[in-house]
């Protein structure tokens, strides 16, 4: 079964500082590689994706990951966090073979919290 | 852009009763999930749903729990019966393929929380 591990559970950084957030995920075969973000009180929104190509994938709001196959990893990064940053990121991977839905496994996710 | 709603926003109710989740989902999306968040837990797949039917479920979803889509629009989560531990933040999401090539949209989430 698909896992996913995020190594941060809580991250403190000052403005303009950069950032990376780890995830390792688990399978053995092809993934899809996605990073969510849930703003305090709000509900969980799309970063960015990684389905195939350019393993560097840019997202939304300044933030890329990049796709390292050989290490199993996806990590988050940044490289000039804002206060409006502060928010839980969640890594989160679908696979799955049949015709029904993929199912997305989520990480235990990282808090982040960006000091003004 | 299109949202996935879901109501209540928030359910207070006594252990042992029913309840209903409901959701509506991206109107061009044909697959569907409920998720679920106990406070200070990681987000967790409850089921997925298409063509009418269940396509995967978690060992979480058990026999008091089950999923409809009644009449093409809505999408539905009934708890039979509550337990305490059921108290949870409960997040349904649409897709418009079974991969999810853009992304999985996700609602804004019921807090249930059983008394």
């Known amino acids: 079964a698909q896992s996913v591990s995020q190594h941060n559970h809580h991250v403190i950084l000052s403005e303009a500082a950069s950032l990376e957030l780890g995830c390792n995920y688990s399978y053995g075969g092809t993934v899809n590689l996605f990073w969510y973000v849930q703003y305090p009180g709000q509900h969980l929104q799309l970063l960015l994706k990684?389905?195939?190509?350019?393993?560097l994938v840019k997202g939304i709001k300044g933030f890329e990951a990049e796709f390292i196959k050989s290490k199993f990893s996806f990590n988050l990064r940044k490289p000039s966090v804002q206060w409006s940053d502060t928010a839980e990121y969640f890594c989160?991977?679908?696979?799955?073979?049949?015709?029904?839905?993929?199912?997305?496994?989520f990480g235990q996710g990282t808090r982040l919290t960006i000091n003004p | 852009e299109p949202e996935v709603t879901q109501t209540p926003s928030h359910q207070v109710t006594q252990m042992g009763q029913e309840v209903i989740l409901r959701c509506v989902p991206i109107s061009n999306h044909l697959y569907f999930y409920w998720y679920r968040q106990i406070l200070g837990q990681k987000v967790e797949f409850l089921v997925s749903?298409?063509?009418?039917?269940?396509?995967?479920k978690s060992e979480i979803f058990d026999d008091q729990f089950s999923v409809e889509r009644p009449d093409g629009s809505n999408f539905t989560l009934k708890i039979r019966s509550t337990k305490l531990e059921d108290s949870a933040m409960y997040f349904c999401?649409?897709?418009?393929?079974?991969?999810?090539?853009?992304?999985?949209?996700f609602g804004s989430g019921t807090r249930l929380t059983v008394v």
């Open positions: 749903f298409y063509n009418n039917e269940i396509s995967e």
């Open positions: 989160a991977v679908n696979a799955g073979a049949g015709q029904g839905a993929q199912k997305l496994v």
């Open positions: 999401a649409s897709s418009q393929d079974r991969a999810a090539l853009y992304g999985y949209t």
């Open positions: 990684y389905f195939s190509g350019d393993p």
